[in-house]
């Protein structure tokens, strides 16, 4: 009887050792895991964040082909302290009226045309309040430009993309122009600014620079949130009538549309935040 229960006692030290044992590997590999995820988590951002300082150079490359404008304005030269002038001379700078005019119009054709060769997918440049200045492209599908830049680079900020169901052009009724929402700030993540409607009111026009140098300006009326199923997406691109109804506050008189998409912070991926513009009608 003695040893049956010296026998089960041992039993219960080996068993208890066992316990301490298997809840230590498990205290160790969750303490490995834990670090595993946070090392990978790291490595994610910090590829994240090369990847947009990536693009960031990029377009900022692109920007100044575009950017550049000639000052009507004379310099002065100064070689030397000597060379400043005082307070009590003149400096005089040249008459306009005199001066041969500037041909911006060919400026911007001549900016196009560089963009052009650089990706002949290039329709136009999209400029809004400052915040956003981009080249246009035009993929086969609308996968292309998902996580393609726009010089070609493998990259998650990716380019703004017009519908490839659209024409090259900017005469249809409608056009469909996507970005990104990127945590930097950049592509189309400033749209969400318009869902202020102070900001909105104060900042309401987006400028087109299309290849032939033509700058094309669109009235801002509505932005809201919605879903990738919105019928905005499918509305007929030649029906303006049918684009009335289906935008929500449509001038009645307009004409030619634009609808700007971009995600939104929501954890839900088919969630969407809509910008919507009439071409202002030149008078």
């Given at each position: 009887?003695?040893?049956?229960?010296?026998?089960?006692?041992?039993?219960?030290?080996?068993?208890?050792?066992?316990?301490?044992?298997?809840?230590?590997?498990?205290?160790?590999?969750?303490?490995?895991?834990?670090?595993?995820?946070?090392?990978?988590?790291?490595?994610?951002?910090?590829?994240?964040?090369?990847?947009?300082?990536?693009?960031?150079?990029?377009?900022?490359?692109?920007?100044?082909?575009?950017?550049?404008?000639?000052?009507?304005?004379?310099?002065?030269?100064?070689?030397?302290?000597?060379?400043?002038?005082?307070?009590?001379?003149?400096?005089?700078?040249?008459?306009?009226?005199?001066?041969?005019?500037?041909?911006?119009?060919?400026?911007?054709?001549?900016?196009?045309?560089?963009?052009?060769?650089?990706?002949?997918?290039?329709?136009?440049?999209?400029?809004?309040?400052?915040?956003?200045?981009?080249?246009?492209?035009?993929?086969?599908?609308?996968v292309r430009y998902l996580n393609?830049?726009?010089?070609?680079?493998?990259?998650?900020?990716?380019?703004?993309?017009?519908?490839?169901?659209?024409?090259?052009?900017?005469?249809?009724?409608?056009?469909?122009?996507?970005?990104?929402?990127?945590?930097?700030?950049?592509?189309?993540?400033?749209?969400?600014?318009?869902?202020?409607s102070t900001f909105l009111a104060?900042?309401?026009?987006?400028?087109?620079?299309?290849?032939?140098?033509?700058?094309?300006?669109?009235?801002?009326?509505?932005?809201?949130?919605?879903?990738?199923?919105?019928?905005?997406?499918?509305?007929?691109?030649?029906?303006?009538?049918?684009?009335?109804?289906?935008?929500?506050?449509?001038?009645?008189?307009?004409?030619?549309?634009?609808?700007?998409?971009?995600?939104?912070?929501?954890?839900?991926?088919?969630?969407?935040?809509?910008?919507?513009?009439?071409?202002?009608?030149?008078?």
């Amino acid at each position: 009887m003695i040893k049956k229960l010296v026998g089960t006692k041992g039993k219960r030290v080996v068993k208890n050792k066992q316990a301490k044992s298997l809840g230590g590997k498990i205290y160790i590999s969750s303490l490995v895991l834990g670090a595993v995820l946070i090392i990978s988590a790291l490595a994610i951002f910090l590829y994240i964040i090369n990847e947009e300082s990536t693009a960031r150079a990029e377009y900022d490359i692109l920007r100044e082909i575009v950017s550049p404008l000639p000052v009507t304005e004379a310099t002065i030269d100064i070689d030397s302290p000597e060379d400043l002038p005082t307070e009590a001379e003149d400096i005089s700078y040249y008459d306009e009226a005199e001066a041969d005019p500037v041909d911006y119009a060919q400026l911007r054709r001549l900016a196009m045309e560089e963009l052009l060769e650089i990706n002949s997918d290039f329709i136009g440049w999209i400029s809004i309040a400052d915040l956003i200045n981009y080249p246009i492209v035009r993929g086969a599908n609308n996968v292309r430009y998902l996580n393609t830049t726009f010089m070609g680079e493998r990259n998650r900020a990716g380019a703004i993309f017009m519908d490839y169901r659209h024409t090259r052009g900017f005469d249809e009724t409608i056009k469909i122009i996507y970005g990104h929402l990127t945590g930097d700030g950049t592509m189309f993540s400033q749209l969400h600014r318009f869902r202020n409607s102070t900001f909105l009111a104060e900042n309401p026009y987006i400028e087109i620079t299309t290849l032939d140098g033509e700058v094309l300006t669109y009235r801002i009326f509505a932005a809201r949130m919605t879903d990738a199923w919105n019928p905005a997406y499918t509305l007929s691109f030649t029906d303006t009538e049918r684009a009335i109804r289906g935008f929500p506050g449509a001038p009645p008189d307009a004409e030619h549309f634009m609808l700007l998409s971009t995600c939104t912070y929501s954890a839900d991926d088919d969630e969407r935040f809509l910008v919507f513009a009439a071409l202002v009608a030149e008078e």
